[in-house]
């Protein structure tokens, strides 16, 4: 196991390493030193203040050296001109001259909490609706799930969210217009400023888990094992949820791991359509305002959370099916 975790780790580590490369070369040196400064620098830039700008980025430098600075900066910090950037330093914003790691650090609770409530949501009504299709295959009650599970999946969140919004805020007055509040200030409030959202993306996932949790599970019931453990008498209950069910997990975990990851990342669209300032949101105004630091701290912070998410998975494999082998 251990063997195993370091070498995830240090696969995990070599993947961010070549996407922070190709993300600073993107943004940095194939935009041009003239554009970086005059983004830097804005409209009203002397030649003076040029030249302080190109001293301070290390824009004068060659671009294996810049790169190194700004990777060795994530690590140990960094001066930028008369500024001192601890770490993990992603740099100062063309826009505002804030931190990123502390701008990113301050969206972060929204994004999390968006995607945990999200999560557990379509989780546990995907995953119950799909055992439920599966136990009654062929039946009104799996026709019914399944109807319903391709019926949420249709609308995308940019029609979705505007509707709900209409319907249970405006309307009917059900519920909060969605925003954010600190879950440790008043839970109540952080559960109900982000339930329409939650329910959004609830609607939108859940219907993969639907279907994918359906058809393993059938697969999985045609299996000899389980026709064994039907003939030596166990209960349908028994065998559909605790035997088929943990030999359908691994394809579910998959799927999960990349809706974490993405999640986790920042959903920008569901943040745009709900007005909820978190990454994903950062991300659209960090490219409106063409904030190059900004723009590179969100890229290497989003493929951070989807590596550890992936290797999360990994992990899980062995607990959900022993069959697995680590070597």
Known sequence: MLRFLVRRLLGVAAILLVVSLITFYLFFAASGTDSVVRLSCGKNCTPEMRETVKHNLGLTKPILEQYWIFLSGIFTGRNIGDKTCNFPCLGYSFANNQNVSHTVADRFPTTVSLAIGAIVMFMTLGISLGVLAAMRRGKATDKAATGFALLSGSAPIYVLGPVFIYVFVQQLGWLDRP???????????????????????????????????????????????????????????????????????????????????????????????????????????????SDLPMMMGVVVIAASFTMLANLAVDMLYVVIDPRVRLS
């Open 179 to 289: 925003q954010y509040h600190p879950f440790t200030e008043d839970p109540v409030q952080w559960a109900s400023g982000l339930l329409l959202p939650w329910i959004c993306l609830m609607t939108i996932n859940m219907a993969m888990y639907v279907r994918l949790t359906r058809s393993t599970m059938v697969d999985v019931l045609s299996e000899d094992y389980v026709r064994t453990l039907r003939a030596k008498g166990l209960s349908g209950r028994s065998v559909y949820l605790k035997h088929a069910f943990r030999g359908a997990l691994s394809p579910i975990v998959t799927v999960l791991g990349v809706d974490i990851g993405v999640l986790m990342s920042g959903t920008i669209i569901t943040e745009s359509t709900f007005s909820l300032h978190g990454i994903g949101m950062l991300a659209v105004t960090s490219v409106t305002d």
